[in-house]
């Protein structure tokens, strides 16, 4: 019988073999092609309705939502890096957990608790569109639409007396749409000092969990259980307004000093000064500034021919750390021509002034300060000053601080009562300006005027739209309710020209608001100006 099936085999494939061979050449020669029909395209709004249902979800977000953007680079980018992102994320994974495992082992009778694998697979999330908000805030605010469709292996090794247990997860699957916050911006590479992510709607996780190679998903009710416990979990921690922050740079390293308190300073008197004049006698005045800052020193009068001058004349300093800062101070005679000769230096610790006590210092002036050098044991005189350090209001700081991390605060609760009297600091911030035009050069600066008082922005050169930066103090007596400042921007030509200077639009901003509320952060169209806008943030601290 098996001597028969191999020949009959034989015999099939020696008469099989040549009749195919005869009809495949007759069917190619003879058989006429047909053409390829094109594919029917119909706008969307004439597909039916079951057809459309089939067919949104795959519609990409930047088509659906104009405000999203395409990020097909960022797709690209994260699948060429995924294999290093991959190990990267491993490692900090493992470096995070393992000592959290470490604390179980010798408890519950547990020997031995590892993974045996872990690599998030081959596959990167898929980031189906960005959106990007604009904030007055020194902040960049993102909400990319992310969709993970994974395979990672994930292998977990539990030792329980004699019993090896293994989990395994599998088949993860992640779509979630969380808003990423880099603040506050920072001059420091990467010139963010944190990221503070948080859920806009609760994420949907799905995945696959083996325990000793059986999968227990499949456990009627257990799949659903499983994935409202894991929505709730994590909906319970990171969605909005709940937070997850990440510290980037240390605090510390970026840290912006803001005002404190204002230092009060009376130059009183001088005695004995020394003889710079041919004539014996010199012409003294004082300079006075605080270390740690790039303001202009203040300068009191001078006092001509005179070795024992009285000024009795008074100073409002910013002061910004009075842990570290001193008050410098620098006597010298004025001369009509030439440069001013010093007849001598000091300097006042400020931690040397207790908050809201007046104290008077009699200085001996020196030829240099902290230098042990044999010409400051020659007597220069001395020197008379009063000093009265004033810090603001707690609350008013803590007000501030809280404002700057959180920036979607658009106004803030008022103040009460009581901060509206007494003496203040007005900050003004200058930003930035957008589409300011002139019409013979654009090399936009900023004019600050307040009572009288002018403060001025670098120049920067052949743009439209300028980012200053920069920040400013007016020093005031009481609240400036019922007040404006005036800011103008202008620009100004860099070389030699009759039209050197040229308006590109002002505004007046009423300070009631900034008073009663502690800060401002807004924009504000320019007067005169076609489409010019101007971005401020003003503060009020009393003290």
Request: aromatic share 8%; glycine share 6%; proline share 7%.
């Amino acid at each position: 019988m098996g001597f028969l099936s191999t020949l009959l085999g034989f015999l099939g494939f020696g008469f099989g073999l040549p009749l195919g061979l005869l009809l495949g050449f007759f069917l190619f020669i003879y058989t006429q092609p047909r053409d390829v029909q094109e594919p029917e395209v119909k706008p969307l709004n004439e597909l039916d309705k079951s057809t459309l249902q089939d067919i949104l979800p795959e519609i990409p977000l930047w088509i659906k939502c104009p405000d999203y953007e395409r990020v097909d680079w960022l797709n690209k980018f994260l699948l060429d890096m995924w294999p290093y992102l991959d190990k990267a994320i491993c490692t900090r994974i493992r470096s995070i957990v393992e000592p959290q495992f470490a604390e179980y082992i010798g408890k519950y009778k547990i020997k031995a608790l590892d993974f045996e694998q872990l690599t998030l697979g081959t596959l990167p999330p898929v980031i189906h569109g960005l959106k990007i908000y604009e904030t007055n805030e020194k902040a960049l605010v993102l909400e990319p639409a992310i969709r993970w469709a994974g395979n990672p292996n994930i292998v977990l090794v539990l030792k329980l007396m004699s019993l090896q247990i293994t989990v395994q997860l599998v088949d993860l699957q992640v779509y979630a749409a969380p808003r990423v916050t880099l603040k506050p911006l920072v001059p420091t590479f990467p010139c963010f000092a944190n990221i503070v992510v948080s859920l806009m709607e609760k994420p949907h996780v799905d995945f696959g969990l083996k325990i000793l190679g059986g999968d227990v998903m499949s456990i009627p009710g257990l799949y659903r259980f499983v994935q409202e416990t894991i929505k709730k979990q994590v909906a319970s921690l990171y969605l909005w307004p709940q937070t997850l922050d990440i510290p980037v740079l240390d605090p510390s390293a970026v840290a912006v000093k803001k005002p404190v308190g204002i230092l009060h300073v009376k130059v009183v008197r001088a005695m004995k000064l020394m003889k710079a004049d041919i004539l014996g006698t010199s012409d003294p005045y004082v300079r006075l500034s605080l270390t740690g800052e790039k303001l202009p020193a203040k300068k009191t009068t001078v006092k001509k021919n005179n070795l024992n001058p009285e000024w009795s004349e008074s100073f409002k300093l910013i002061v910004k750390d009075p842990a570290t800062q001193a008050l410098h101070l620098e006597v010298y005679d004025w001369d009509k021509v030439g440069g001013h000769d010093k007849l001598g230096m000091q300097e006042v610790p400020l931690k040397m002034i207790t908050p809201h006590e007046t104290r008077e210092f009699t200085l001996d002036l020196l030829k240099h300060t902290g230098v042990s050098d044999p010409h400051d044991h020659k007597r220069r005189g001395q020197l008379v000053v009063a000093l009265t350090f004033v810090p603001f209001k707690a609350d008013s700081a803590n007000y501030i601080s809280d404002c700057m991390n959180e920036h979607e605060k658009k106004v803030s609760e008022p103040l009460d009562e009581e901060k509206l009297n007494g003496a203040g600091l007005i900050t003004v911030v200058m930003e930035g300006a957008e589409d300011v035009e002139g019409e013979r050069h654009n090399n936009p600066y900023a004019l600050i005027i307040f009572r009288g008082e002018k403060k001025k922005t670098k120049m920067i050169r052949k743009t439209r739209d300028p980012r200053w930066n920069e920040e400013f103090q007016f020093t005031l007596d009481q609240p400036p309710l019922h007040e404006k400042i005036y800011i103008e921007v202008a620009s100004k030509r860099t070389r030699l020209s009759f039209l050197s200077k040229e308006s590109l639009g002002h505004v007046e901003i009423n300070l009631d608001d900034v008073v009663h509320n502690g800060r401002i952060n807004e924009k504000f169209h320019l007067v005169d100006s076609k489409n010019g806008v101007i971005h401020v943030e003003l503060r009020w601290d009393t003290v």
